[in-house]
């Protein structure tokens, strides 16, 4: 267990986080933020290798892997990035470096301009370039529920989904 990434869950003001964690290893704390299609289990499997090598956080982001849905809070990169440096805060975090994937590039170029002093570095994979036109269209088109309904039915919509994302860009337009 002590080369391994631990689940904690971080009460924060807004709800409650989940992320994997490890404390040992040297130097700033890794923060990994997973793509849209992730979560913080999957960003895990890809930076294994570093546990014990140096600190390490990967989170939910909000309404996404365990983390709490806010209902309430705009589905945006900014608020996303706020909801970030929110559960740095609470864990007394000062200075992170960050490596994030598709939307969790943006979350954490989003963070880096709201918390300058926040994040020492930053390494983006895949970072979507998103204009107001492509924003709109994610707005009307790529908030799709998958909550549990009692035929399971939820379970074949994430489904496509999660294979739409792999062949068509933007997923929601088959057209592509």
Same mark, same amino acid.
């Given at each position: 267990?002590?080369?391994?990434?631990?689940?904690?869950?971080?009460?924060?003001?807004?709800?409650?986080?989940?992320?994997?964690?490890? #404390?040992?290893?040297?130097?700033?704390?890794?923060? $990994?933020?997973?793509?849209?299609?992730?979560? %913080?289990?999957?960003?895990? %499997?890809? @930076?294994?290798?570093? @546990? $014990?090598? #140096?600190?390490?956080?990967?989170?939910?982001?909000?309404?996404?892997? *365990? !983390?709490?849905?806010?209902?309430?809070?705009?589905?945006?990169?900014?608020?996303?990035?706020?909801?970030?440096?929110?559960?740095?805060? @609470?864990?007394?975090?000062?200075?992170?470096?960050?490596? /994030?994937?598709?939307? /969790?590039?943006?979350? $954490?170029?989003?963070?880096?301009?709201?918390?300058?002093?926040? @994040?020492?570095?930053? &390494? !983006?994979?895949?970072?979507?370039?998103?204009?107001?036109?492509?924003?709109?269209? &994610?707005?009307?088109?790529? *908030?799709? !529920?998958?909550?549990?309904?009692?035929? $399971? !039915?939820?379970?074949?919509?994430?489904?496509?989904?999660?294979?739409?994302?792999?062949?068509?860009?933007?997923?929601?337009?088959?057209?592509?």
């Amino acid at each position: 267990a002590a080369n391994r990434l631990q689940h904690v869950c971080i009460e924060t003001p807004a709800g409650m986080v989940h992320a994997l964690e490890h #404390r040992g290893g040297r130097g700033l704390p890794l923060l $990994g933020l997973h793509a849209a299609a992730g979560s %913080a289990r999957a960003l895990g %499997a890809r @930076v294994s290798s570093l @546990v $014990g090598t #140096r600190p390490l956080l990967l989170v939910d982001l909000p309404n996404f892997g *365990d !983390s709490a849905a806010r209902p309430d809070a705009p589905h945006t990169i900014e608020s996303y990035a706020a909801a970030v440096a929110e559960t740095l805060d @609470v864990l007394g975090i000062r200075s992170v470096e960050i490596i /994030g994937e598709e939307l /969790g590039a943006a979350v $954490g170029a989003e963070l880096a301009l709201q918390r300058p002093e926040l @994040v020492r570095h930053l &390494w !983006s994979c895949d970072l979507p370039q998103v204009d107001e036109a492509r924003r709109d269209l &994610w707005r009307r088109h790529g *908030d799709v !529920s998958i909550a549990p309904r009692w035929d $399971g !039915s939820h379970l074949v919509t994430a489904w496509a989904i999660a294979r739409d994302m792999q062949l068509f860009e933007p997923w929601y337009d088959r057209r592509g």
